[in-house]
């Protein structure tokens, strides 16, 4: 199949392609709330599931929560880019926060559910609620990188 493309052309395309990804990058603006108010929310379901709330009420709060921060997040950037589709990095660093979440999930059970330390859960929620917002700072800037690199 011959195309009718010619390279100059071609590298045009890809040239504004890449363009495009880097004014994404530079249009995504994240609140100085949006990671805090995650954090609350992952933190919350941890520490309402291993505290033993309903978990049917947690799920309709999570995710109206959820849903919240991301309309609220398209309207103040104008966009929203999944993380797990921006790039391998950003995926990568995805992927750990996922990882360490179920970590501090199963050492926080451990204690609040299997030792009967019920203290534990609120302490869980908390250190996922930091490193949530933590993270999530953190996770902006490789974003940013990801999208500004070349396809």
């Given at each position: ?34 990671h805090p108010a995650l954090g609350v ?21 999570y995710t109206a929560g959820l849903v ?31 990882v360490v979440l179920l970590v501090i ?47």
């Amino acid at each position: 199949m011959e195309s009718s493309v010619n390279p100059q052309e071609a590298q045009a395309a890809l040239d504004s392609v890449q363009q495009s990804r880097s004014d994404i990058a530079d249009r995504l603006y994240t609140p100085w709330w949006y990671h805090p108010a995650l954090g609350v929310l992952v933190g919350g379901l941890v520490a309402a599931v291993t505290g033993g709330v309903h978990f049917s009420v947690l799920l309709v709060v999570y995710t109206a929560g959820l849903v919240g921060l991301v309309y609220t997040y398209r309207r103040v950037a104008g966009v929203w880019i999944n993380g797990y589709e921006a790039g391998p990095k950003s995926r990568r660093s995805l992927f750990r926060f996922v990882v360490v979440l179920l970590v501090i999930g199963i050492v926080g059970a451990a204690f609040s559910i299997g030792m009967e330390l019920r203290w534990f859960t609120p302490i869980t929620g908390l250190v996922i609620a930091v490193y949530t917002t933590v993270w999530g700072r953190q996770f902006d800037k490789v974003l940013r990188a990801d999208l500004r690199e070349a396809a």
